[in-house]
């Protein structure tokens, strides 16, 4: 590991003259220390930038999740609407479908109404005739 770090050229740490000439990552304490250190220190930079990524991969499917969530809401109420509308369409219909028939029946009975106050008044007409007659009849046999 550390020797493909040292390989890479991307450590800029110098090491002693000891472990120069060793043709070794490193041999002596102190420089296994600061390769230790600065391995140790990569490794704190790279959990930190796990973390960053990490919350943010967890925004973003939060932010995701409730899109989704508000996008099943909408097509929900897009349905409820729909079928309200639909339920609305019907009453209406029927509604006028009602009134038709109130205003068909008012007319009949408009026309039976005539009907009957024509008899009424013939009736009348009739019984006075009557009246005017059994009169007439009691007044000249007395
Ligand atoms: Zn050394």
Known sequence: MM?????????????CALCEG???PSC?????????????????LRRNLRDTL????????????KAEEQRMWKLSKAHDIK???DRLSELKSR?????????QASSDLKVKSG???????????FLSLCFSLMKCEIHYSV
């Not at 009602?98 to 205003?103: A, D, L, Q, W």
């Open 3 to 15: 020797t493909s770090r040292r390989a890479s050229g991307g450590s800029t740490s110098s090491s």
């Open 22 to 24: 060793s043709n070794l």
């Open 28 to 44: 002596c304490a102190a420089c296994v220390n600061t390769r230790l250190f600065e391995y140790h220190a990569t490794l704190r």
């Open 54 to 65: 990490q919350s943010r991969i967890a925004a973003r499917l939060e932010a995701k999740r």
């Open 83 to 85: 079928e309200l509308r």
């Open 95 to 103: 509604t006028a479908l009602e009134k038709m028939k109130i205003k």
């Open 115 to 125: 009907t009957l106050n024509v008899a009424f008044i013939t009736v009348k007409l």
